[in-house]
């Protein structure tokens, strides 16, 4: 299903921004667990030393890795890490798909894609045994795409891979990160590039899911030790051993980790890991989703904290809509649009009223729920000069003088509206 976009005043089409986008990382096939060729912790741990000479200390690796979901001033993830066959890192000169440029490809270092990485979940080189952990170090020229505006940017540079690198570069940009919108690629939603060396630097190395950090650390070297106090290592170890109330409790101290244990060590509910995992809206969402398989009120009312993760409770869990998950999405334009579409399939005065907050979704909501105009939205719409004149061309399907004087405030919008409106 596509939908209608503008791009330099001409009508395209482009895959549906479904609200599902958000929610297909800890879905069941991504989550089915891969035992096989998993490497045990021991078997690791003696491989590691040998190679390296250095002391394993699972303590201070897994926490190194846990402690690096920060993000860049624009929002954007700081660290990515790499799958790759042997121990090397850099730009590989040879594109392997056509519509994607030159660079070094990475995944974001967020908790569901380390939840991925864990449960070997991956889309691309998902046994790989190596894994570099590196830092966009330039996030001043890291084009990140999270909006309309940034992804027309990155459309615009160029149409194959040699001409997408150049382009971008010239624009003054030397990474790429998309959020989960598939713009670099459609099979890997979220993934970054980056253009040039420079762009980067690599601050770690993992063997599969243990991380070969450079230093030294204070912290306990035992494995019992890490068993017991760090969620990532109590995961894995009872995922090879089965449940025990030792690495459970070791476990729920993290809400995406409790999620995970439920899901693949307990294989089923406990009351201990749905609190746990209430903690952070997303992991109950998916705690209701793939652990409960239904809806409950205490899970509905904390996924609903945040309005993304309500449309998702609602669309995947609830399958309908309902006054809590209606409530919570109305703190957000795009959420309250997404749930109007997907959600109540309809019009509905309360998520209108929280939609038309933005121009942009005062226009979507026109064009997609009410499928026709209004003059609140189309006085919300003509809030921009862009999206006065995708009303009146998309919407109205002629001119009005709400959205030809708003549109005249940008001399582009002004030039396309006498052409595509007026002309029509």
């Not at 809806?295 to 309908?320: F, I, W």
């Not at 957000?332 to 942009?360: C, F, I, L, S, W």
Request: no cysteine; proline share 8%; hydrophobic share 35%.
């Amino acid at each position: 299903m596509a939908r209608k976009a503008i791009r330099n005043g001409r009508v395209v089409y482009v895959p549906e921004n479904r609200p599902d986008k958000f929610f297909y990382s800890l879905g069941r096939a991504e989550l089915e667990e891969r035992r096989a060729g998993s490497i045990s912790v021991k078997a690791n741990k003696g491989a590691y030393e040998k190679r390296t000479g250095r002391r394993w200390d699972p303590v201070a690796q897994a926490r190194l890795v846990e402690r690096s979901f920060e993000t860049l001033p624009n929002g954007a993830p700081r660290y990515y890490f790499s799958l790759h066959e042997v121990d090397r890192f850099g730009v590989n000169p040879r594109a392997e798909y056509g519509t994607t440029p030159l660079g070094v490809y990475a995944y974001p270092l967020t908790p569901q894609y380390l939840a991925l990485l864990l449960s070997r979940g991956l889309p691309y080189a998902e046994d790989a045994e190596h894994v570099t952990l590196v830092e966009a170090v330039k996030p001043d020229r890291l084009l990140y795409l999270n909006t309309p505006e940034a992804r027309r940017v990155y459309e615009s540079a160029g149409s194959s891979p040699k001409a997408l690198n150049v382009g971008l570069r010239r624009l003054g940009y030397t990474a790429v990160s998309d959020p989960g919108t598939g713009t670099i690629h459609r099979n890997e939603p979220a993934q970054a590039v980056f253009l040039v060396p420079s762009a980067y630097r690599v601050v770690a190395r993992l063997s599969r899911d243990h991380l070969v950090s450079g230093g030294r650390s204070s912290l306990p070297a035992d494995q019992k030790t890490a068993e017991a106090t760090v969620p990532m290592v109590a995961l894995r170890v009872a995922k090879a051993r089965g449940p025990t109330d030792d690495t459970r409790k070791a476990a729920i101290k993290d809400p995406m980790y409790a999620s995970l244990y439920a899901l693949h060590v307990d294989k089923g509910p406990r009351d201990d890991t749905r609190r746990a995992a209430m903690k952070g809206p997303e992991y109950i969402y998916w705690y209701a989703l793939n652990v409960d398989k239904g809806p409950r009120e205490d899970t509905r009312k904390a996924a609903s904290k945040d309005p993304k993760y309500a449309v998702g409770y609602a669309l995947n869990v609830d399958k309908g809509p309902h006054n809590d998950t209606r409530r919570a999405v109305l703190r957000d334009p795009e959420d309250a649009y997404e749930y109007a579409q997907y959600v109540d399939k309809g019009p509905h005065n309360a998520t209108r009223k929280a939609a038309m907050k933005e121009p942009e979704y005062a226009f979507e909501y026109a064009l997609s729920v009410d499928k026709g105009p209004r003059d609140d939205t189309r006085k919300a719409a003509s809030k921009d000069p862009e999206y006065a004149y995708a009303y009146a061309r998309y919407v109205d399907k002629e001119p009005h003088n709400a959205t030809r004087k708003a549109a005249s405030k940008d001399p582009e919008y002004a030039y396309w509206y006498a052409q595509y409106v007026e002309g029509l």
